[in-house]
């Protein structure tokens, strides 16, 4: 059973500093994806990262993909109230798992104005 | 394009009654997924289907849960009869098969509770 595990579980900042939020596993994903979910909405992919090493940018979210494909992270620069909401990251298979996503448990994260 | 359509979008039932919930996917994405979400958590995957078939319903509770997607379009989850630990949020997902990636696209969510 391939789990992944996320930190910190909640986080509450300041409008304009910067954060990081890990996602960790001890198995190997073949790609990995995060999403951000608001209240009453269902989670929308912010984007998926496949090459181990991989870095990508999205304005001012940083996501990195670990050189084992085991982890990765999410930072965000200067944030914004309009940050706010949950971070989930979700690894997908091989093999007989191929396609399926696992999900880490979220990360709830509150940016004050 | 339009998104994963999902009815209705709360539910409120006693439990011992039985309730149903309705996915429409993107138009051609062959692969529907239907996960059950307890606040504050990750969604947990009860059912995959490629087209009309089933790949995986290893965590579907089958002895009170169903679904089918009989025309590898539309689908419908249904819960009979429910117990107070079903109530969660109920998201549909779909995907175009293709690559390595398996993007998945979700739904609003039906949001159960169960009294």
């Known amino acids: 059973t391939q789990l992944l595990e996320q930190s910190p579980q909640f986080l509450s900042i300041q409008e304009g500093e910067n954060l990081t939020v890990y996602c960790n596993s001890s198995?190997?994903?073949?790609?990995l994806q995060w999403y951000r979910q608001e209240p009453g909405e269902g989670p929308v992919l912010l984007v998926t990262?496949?090459?181990?090493?991989e870095v990508k940018k999205l304005k001012r979210l940083t996501f990195q993909f670990g050189d084992a494909r085991k982890d990765s992270s999410l930072h965000i620069t200067a944030a914004q109230p309009g940050d706010t909401g949950l971070y989930l990251c979700a690894g997908s298979g091989s093999g007989t798992s191929y396609g399926k996503l696992t999900f880490g448990q979220g990360t709830i994260l509150t940016v004050h104005p | 394009e339009a998104g994963v359509a999902q009815s209705p979008r709360y539910k409120i039932i006693e439990k011992r009654q039985s309730v149903a919930f309705w996915c429409n996917p993107i138009s051609g994405h062959a692969t529907l997924y239907w996960y059950q979400q307890i606040l504050g958590q990750g969604p947990k995957l009860l059912i995959q289907?490629?087209?009309?078939?089933?790949?995986?319903d290893s965590q579907l509770p089958k002895d009170r849960f169903s679904a089918e997607r009989l025309k590898g379009v539309d689908s419908t989850l249904k819960i009979q009869p429910a117990k107070l630990e079903d109530s969660a949020v109920y998201l549909c997902?779909?995907?175009?098969?293709?690559?390595?990636?398996?993007?998945?696209?979700f739904g609003p969510g039906t949001r159960l509770t169960v009294t």
């Open positions: 198995s190997v994903f073949s790609s």
């Open positions: 990262v496949v090459t181990g090493g």
């Open positions: 997902a779909s995907s175009f098969t293709s690559g390595v990636t398996y993007e998945q696209y």
């Open positions: 289907f490629q087209n009309n078939g089933v790949v995986d």
